[in-house]
Structures are given as structure tokens and as C-alpha cells.
């Protein structure tokens, strides 16, 4: 058995072991926190890689697991801590934490006059929905722990949306979190999402995206686009992530993808280079999208429909 092999081996028992704990209510941390140290995968591969012993590979990694729980047991974002400390008084904040649950709607008013439109979209935690139209610029609506605040600025004629998560300190499950989006079909569409978290589900199909962004820290993804722009670019930096595309047949499509531990399924795709993969219709079709994904631990399926 290769070195290499029991390394990742015994990084995924560690990963795997945290969460039995939880699941067995012997040590609770946020979902939130432990999502976001999805960055020491990268440290772990970069162990992994470096031309050293295996003795100081193993030591690092120890090293780096042990920081690892120490900031996740001491998030500020949400208690963490070994059940049996005192297990009883924690139940009973959470229950009273669970019964306070926020409704929020927000829309702002679309007018003719405007061709083209931004959005910047901190979904947080939770499930985030983005599909549908609507008669106005944008409508948006909330329902679990999270605070959201929406704005609406005007820089040089073009509307600039901002739904920030406001949330200090979750209430209840950070997971009981849902939240949907609508937005005008009529402009085009320049789109930064901060995925947090969240599990987001994303239907564009109908709308002109020019450009869309997501960070997706360890969130679940599935987005669907459409036919409707010469050139779409789609950039997903995602970390521990699900990711399904789905990109229609009648447009040509180029995809560059850096992935690490990723399975990667690519419906109708020619590779052409390491990395690079296009559609068989690529050089001679009008409409085409550009994707550029750098995964870490990712399940990555494009689809053409």
C-alpha cells in the first residue's frame, strides 16, 4: 500500500470521526464552522505532495488536525463543545433558540430604462433557491435563523443589488435556513454569489447571464443556464462541494476544471488539453459558455439538455 494512500486514509477517518461525534450528540460544532475549514484540505493535499519523510508528513498532519479542532471548538460563530460538559442546560437553550424563527421579504421595482443589472448574494447557510421571474427588479424571501438586509444603489445608470447575510450568532440549526430568489428576466445579469454554507439551487435558464461567480466554500451546487447571451462565464471556487451543471445543447461549451480528489463526469465533451474540455459544436456555434471550476474533494457533473 502506498504512502500516499494511508495518508488521505487516515485524514478522512479524523474527518469522518468528527462527525460520528455530532451525529451521536458526544461533541457539537456548527455545521457553518466546520464547513469553513474546508481550506485545510488544501493544506492536507499540499502535505501530501511535498518531498518529505513519511514520519514528518504524518507529523504535520496531526499538527494541522489538531489547530483544526481547536478553531472549531472555538468559532465564535456558533457554541461548540463536548455534549457531556453539560448537556442538559444546552438543551434547553437550543429548544428556546429553535422557536425564534425569522420571515423577511424584500423586492425592489423594475423599470424599462434598465438593460443591465448586478447582484452580490452572501447566502450564508441553510437552502438558497434562485429561480423563477418576476415584474420587478428582484424579489427575495426568507424564512429560518438567518437576518438578511437587502440595498439597492445606482452606479453609472446600472442597478447594484446587495442581499448580505447579517446574522451574528445562528439560532437553532444552522441547516433550518431557507431562502428564494427571483429576478427580472429583461436585463443582463452580472452575478456574485458567496455561497457560504449553503445548498444552492439555481435555475437561470431564462434569464441573460453574462458573467455569475460562486464561491462556494463546502456548499452543495446545482445550477441550470440557458441559451440566451453570445458568451456566458460561469467561475465556481468551491471546496468540498456537490457541483451539477446543467448547459443547453443549442450553446457551445468550454470547460477548464482544477479539481483535487474530484470525481468528474462530463456529458458530451471532447478533452482537449489537461484541464481543458470543450463540446463537439464549440468552433462553429454563435452562443457559448465558459466555465472555469476550481474544486477540492468535489463530485463535478456538466450536463447538456
Not at 420571515?103 to 447582484?119: M, N
Not at 437576518?147 to 442597478?159: C, L, Q, R, S, V
Request: with cysteine; charged share 25%; proline share 3%.
Amino acid at each position: 500500500m502506498k504512502n500516499r494512500d494511508i495518508f488521505w486514509g487516515v485524514v478522512l477517518m479524523i474527518i469522518g470521526g468528527l462527525v460520528a461525534l455530532r451525529n451521536f450528540d458526544i461533541f457539537y460544532f456548527s455545521w457553518r464552522s466546520f464547513f469553513s475549514l474546508w481550506p485545510f484540505l488544501l493544506i492536507f493535499w499540499g502535505i501530501a505532495i511535498m518531498p518529505i519523510k513519511y514520519s514528518v508528513k504524518m507529523s504535520l498532519t496531526i499538527l494541522t488536525v489538531i489547530v483544526a479542532v481547536i478553531l472549531l471548538v472555538t468559532s465564535p460563530v456558533r457554541h461548540s463543545h463536548w455534549r457531556f460538559w453539560d448537556y442538559n442546560n444546552y438543551t434547553e437553550e437550543v429548544d428556546e433558540q429553535e422557536d425564534e424563527m425569522n420571515e423577511q421579504q424584500f423586492a425592489d421595482d423594475y423599470s424599462p430604462d434598465i438593460t443591465r443589472a448586478k447582484l452580490k448574494l452572501d447566502a450564508a447557510a441553510g437552502k438558497f433557491r434562485i429561480n423563477g421571474s418576476t415584474s420587478k427588479l428582484f424579489d427575495f424571501e426568507n424564512k429560518g435563523n438567518s437576518i438578511y438586509k437587502a440595498t439597492t444603489e445606482n452606479k453609472k445608470g446600472i442597478p447594484y443589488v446587495k442581499i448580505e447575510n447579517t446574522t451574528t450568532h445562528f439560532q437553532g440549526d444552522d441547516n433550518s435556513n431557507n431562502s428564494w430568489l427571483a429576478l427580472n428576466t429583461a436585463p443582463v445579469w452580472d452575478i456574485d454569489i458567496d455561497a457560504g454554507a449553503a445548498a444552492l439551487d439555481i435555475d437561470l435558464s431564462g434569464h441573460k447571464i453574462e458573467k455569475i461567480d460562486i464561491d462556494g466554500g463546502a456548499s452543495g451546487i446545482k445550477l441550470k443556464l440557458g441559451n440566451t447571451l453570445k458568451k456566458t462565464t460561469l467561475t465556481i471556487n468551491a471546496g468540498a462541494a456537490g457541483i451539477k451543471i446543467r448547459v443547453p445543447r443549442e450553446s457551445a461549451c468550454q470547460v477548464k476544471a482544477t479539481t483535487v480528489l474530484s470525481s468528474i463526469d462530463f456529458d458530451d465533451f471532447n478533452k482537449i488539453d489537461k484541464n481543458l474540455y470543450q463540446t463537439p459544436n464549440f468552433s462553429d456555434t454563435t452562443n457559448q459558455i465558459f466555465i472555469n471550476i476550481d474544486a477540492a474533494v468535489s463530485g463535478l457533473k456538466i450536463i447538456r439538455y
